[in-house]
């Protein structure tokens, strides 16, 4: 069964299983672009978690470390230039911090561990 359904059949909002598939995309595009080097063949790991009102997430991979050991600020490019002169990438940490929080990045063991929460509108009964 893929994510969205999985999230689906939790009863989340719409919105924040949209926003939980952003997030998880960006985060392992770039596992794949700059931990793995764009090679498909790295393992990843994903851990989630209900905690009250919050979906909480773990990825792993063996990838290459991140540069510094931490998580790229975000940069915000300037978009307000003609279409063909608009950046190509680089949105991908801002759309994560701006819709995850409690992000977090540390390495275990030759694994990258990255950890956020995403939250919802409401408290989940378990």
């Keep these: 069964m893929a994510l969205g359904e999985d999230l689906q059949e939790l009863s989340l909002p719409q919105d924040v299983v949209s926003n ?28 989630a978690a209900l905690d009250g009102r919050d979906v909480l997430f773990l990825v792993v991979d063996s990838g290459v470390e991140m540069p510094d050991g931490k998580i790229p600020p975000c940069k915000r490019a ?14 991908g ?14 390495r275990e063991e030759g694994e990258n561990r990255i950890s956020f929460r995403v939250t919802i509108g409401r408290a989940i009964a378990g």
């Design 20 to 47: 939980i598939e952003i997030v998880l995309s960006e985060v392992i595009n770039n596992i794949n672009e700059h931990a793995y080097l764009g090679s498909l063949d790295g393992p990843v790991e994903l851990h």
């Design 78 to 91: 300037d978009v307000t230039g003609p279409r063909a002169q608009l950046p190509e990438g680089g949105f």
């Design 93 to 106: 940490w801002c759309l994560i911090r701006d819709l995850a929080h409690d992000l977090n990045y540390f």
